[in-house]
């Protein structure tokens, strides 16, 4: 009899989309749960979503530890790392968007506050890239590249589509776009380089600044209630023009690997004749 692995292994590998259709709609379900049913006074809300950010990193690395792709999602040492010169703009871009820390921490209400914050930014950055450039977008690798890349950026977009119950229609679609452009570059630097590590730190310092804002300012409101709704478009605006030039930079990534790839092959194919 088949074990649970094998059962999982051979399903994901025969019906990839659709393994991958119903992690993403695991994750939703939960999210959604959460967004809806648990009360949001401000103690319940804080460690209600800390909890339920390591539930689903548990969750989705046990998947990668029973399907064998603990290393093939890029939880590897740096010795398997490759090509880290790519990061040079993505980490620039997330020193820009990390800008409004800089006014913001001198604002902020305590010295908890803000380390609550830091420990929310951290476990999204660990949850969100184990969930979507680590499960996710191993699950599509039968794909190729780029369409794995783009099918997983779309899953990690809507996944953004609870913040309906807060923020207003133009701003939660904006977000959901920027999730999907930020998807899209962060799996092509996965794919490229081997690594899900530094996607985790880049991931967390894109968020700080937001979670700070909402969790230490004097103004924070743990619902994600908006209070200039204009404001927080506007700056949503900036971060989509970022973030498309980072998928953009993704796209030649996988472009460029592709190339190196074929030729390889070519060359592979030659030698042998």
């Known amino acids: 009899m088949l074990n649970t692995s094998s059962v999982l292994k051979t399903f994901a590998t025969r019906y990839p989309f659709l393994f991958a259709f119903l992690c993403f709609l695991l994750v939703f379900v939960i999210l959604s749960i959460d967004t809806y049913l648990v009360p949001k006074n401000a103690v319940i809300a804080q460690w209600s979503s800390i909890i339920l950010l390591i539930i689903l990193f548990l969750l989705a690395f046990a998947l990668l530890f029973s399907l064998g792709w603990i290393?093939?999602?890029g939880f590897t040492?740096?010795?398997?790392?490759?090509?880290?010169?790519?990061?040079?703009?993505p980490v620039l871009i997330t020193l820009i968007i990390m800008v409004p820390l800089?006014?913001?921490?001198?604002?902020?209400?305590?010295?908890?506050?803000?380390?609550?914050?830091?420990?929310?930014?951290?476990?999204?950055?660990?949850?969100?890239?184990?969930?979507?450039?680590?499960?996710?977008?191993?699950?599509?690798?039968?794909y190729g590249p780029v369409r794995a890349a783009l099918i997983s950026a779309i899953f990690f977009g809507l996944l953004h589509g609870?913040?309906?119950?807060?923020?207003?229609?133009?701003?939660?679609?904006?977000?959901?776009?920027?999730a999907m452009l930020l998807g899209f570059a962060y799996a092509a630097l996965r794919l490229r380089t081997g690594t899900i590590w530094p996607l985790i730190i880049l991931h967390a310092c894109s968020d700080l600044a937001v979670d700070v804002n909402l969790y230490a300012s004097p103004q924070k409101n743990v619902t994600g209630a908006v209070s200039s709704p204009g404001l927080l478009l506007a700056s949503l605006g900036g971060l989509l023009l970022l973030t498309l030039i980072l998928a953009i930079y993704g796209f030649f990534l996988l472009h460029y690997q592709k190339q190196v790839d074929s030729a390889l092959q070519t060359e592979g194919v030659a030698e042998t004749k």
């Open 162 to 178: 609870n913040n309906f119950a807060y923020l207003p229609l133009p701003v939660v679609v904006a977000q959901i776009i920027w």
């Open 77 to 89: 040492a740096p010795a398997n790392w490759r090509d880290m010169h790519v990061f040079w703009l």
């Open 71 to 73: 290393r093939a999602a």
């Open 102 to 142: 800089l006014f913001e921490l001198p604002r902020a209400s305590s010295f908890g506050a803000v380390t609550y914050a830091a420990l929310f930014a951290l476990l999204t950055g660990l949850n969100e890239e184990t969930l979507s450039r680590g499960l996710i977008l191993q699950i599509l690798r039968p």
